[in-house]
């Protein structure tokens, strides 16, 4: 049954952001097809404007083909500490209206409003004032979806995004309520492949059926759905058609991963090199996971080699921790365990089994004298003041050659 409580949960995602960034330091750029990622013909797109989407080009596709569909687009290098401190702002801002604030990464947020009518009004006034602070302090625009539930407020902030086309940018609708009562309706209109969940897998597996919208989903009866994808899947297939999702929004929740990844110019056979920067990976990680004041207690390590074949390798650390020394320790003895004889194109790290707050148990070692956690605390003092490059882990000194996207998640 789709829930009928008030439409009290915004969806707030900023419009197209690491581009806005950009071109908010760089105010010539206005009105230009920019484009943020991987700059080399091997790189990834971050982020594009929606002037540079009107040529085709949107985000996780390679910068060569970016670069075919727009020539004349400006091409720009990813700046994370950056794009980081302008989403620090942008969640207090979230704050100053609700202490239930479920950051779901840089750019994008679920807020709860429900106690937030009495002091700012309905919850529609509450997205135009976001929007109009934002666009007021910071220089930026977003978009917001207003609902009873977070599937629902998500799919109606796309609706309320800008939309580029060949012939031009289309202004969006900057704030798309949909109220209880209009679920259904809001919903049946959609392509089916628009809820979470509906992968290409599952997509072919519906079409069979005859199913390419929200309405004729919800129309196949729950046990065929349960038959064709398992009680699991099948039932969430079925909630989702009719809007309900129980999820509550959680505010200050621990991310489930974080991760680093690069890709080189060229396939990297130099394993010396390699280790150079699975230490500047894990340094640049454990300055993230103190940021979002977590540990963590699984390191992932991600190749991708020049034949495109990928692989992955897991280590559980023997305590949680957020010191890079100690990340970089298990990443190296992945790596040391993994051949390498066909080059490698990318490389990656990532932290699982996250857990906020809690400090890190100190070795016998780390009792005697200074704790890792000290020198971390002093580590980040200094790049705060000085920026993220005043510092580094010795062993990085011989640079590896790298180019690709930095991406937290």
Known sequence: M?????????????????????????????????IVGGTGDRGVVAAASYEARRFGVHSAMPTRRARSLCPGGVFLDTDHDYYRELSRRIMEHFATFTPVVEALSLDEAFLDVTGARRLFGKPAEIARRIRADL??????????????NKLVAKLASEHAKPLAAPGGVRPGRGVVVVEPAETPAFLHGLPVRSLPGVGPATLGRLREFGVKTVSELAALPPDTLVATFGRAHGYRLAELAVGHDPRPVVAS??????????????????????????????????????????????????????????????????RATAHGPHIARAARKLLDSTGIDTGVRLLGLAAGALSVGGGEQLTLDEAAGAPASALDEALDELRARFGAQVIAPASTHSPAPQEGVERAQ
């Open 253 to 318: 929740r621990a991310p489930k991963s974080l991760s680093t990844e690069v890709t080189f110019p060229q396939d990297v056979l130099d394993r010396l090199a390699l280790q150079v920067e699975v230490v500047r990976q894990a340094d640049a990680l454990a300055a993230r996971l103190r940021e979002a004041g977590c540990t963590t207690a699984t390191i992932v390590l991600k190749l991708r080699f020049g034949d495109f074949r990928t692989v992955s390798r897991s280590r559980t650390l023997p």
């Open 2 to 34: 789709p829930q009928t409580g008030a439409a009290n949960v915004l969806h707030v995602d900023m419009d197209a952001f690491f581009a806005a960034a950009e071109v908010l330091r760089r105010p010539e750029l206005l009105d230009r097809p920019v």
């Open 135 to 148: 666009a007021h302090t910071e220089g930026l625009t977003c978009s917001v979806g207003v609902a009873s």
